[in-house]
């Protein structure tokens, strides 16, 4: 129901924007968010957006670099990344859930993931 693409292979200082695709059924009353994780690492969030638009949230580490924004019409939301680091380097995935939040168990729908690698 959830499909995430965009991700690759891109050089530091470069940028990426990730789309998260939702069919079958329409989001627009759930809260987005885009999570990542990087090998031996916890799934973190990077990145969430309330379902109204009105309040969003970023991890301190992507703060200014990255934005979260929806096409409520497309029935999908995006993560524009920019100016990327090789720490930035992971598998992300886009959620959606009603309980607006930071944490893993605060969203209910997934997506399969997409892999962003940051070159030095």
């Known amino acids: 129901q959830l499909q995430a693409s965009g991700g690759g292979l891109v050089q530091a200082g470069g940028s990426l924007r990730l789309s998260c695709a939702a069919s079958?059924?329409?989001?627009?009353?759930?809260?987005m968010g885009w999570f990542r994780q990087a090998p031996g690492k916890e799934r973190e969030i990077v990145a969430a957006?309330?379902?109204?638009?009105?309040?969003?949230y970023y991890i301190d580490s992507v703060k200014g670099r990255f934005t979260i924004s929806r096409d409520i019409a497309k029935n999908t939301v995006y993560l524009q990344m920019n100016s990327l680091k090789p720490g930035d380097t992971a598998v992300y995935y886009c959620?959606?859930?009603?309980?607006w939040g930071t944490g893993v168990r605060n969203y209910d729908y997934w997506g399969q993931g997409t892999q962003v690698t940051v070159s030095s």
């Open positions: 957006l309330t379902w109204i638009g009105s309040s969003t």
């Open positions: 079958g059924r329409t989001f627009s009353s759930y809260n």
């Open positions: 959620a959606v859930g009603r309980d």
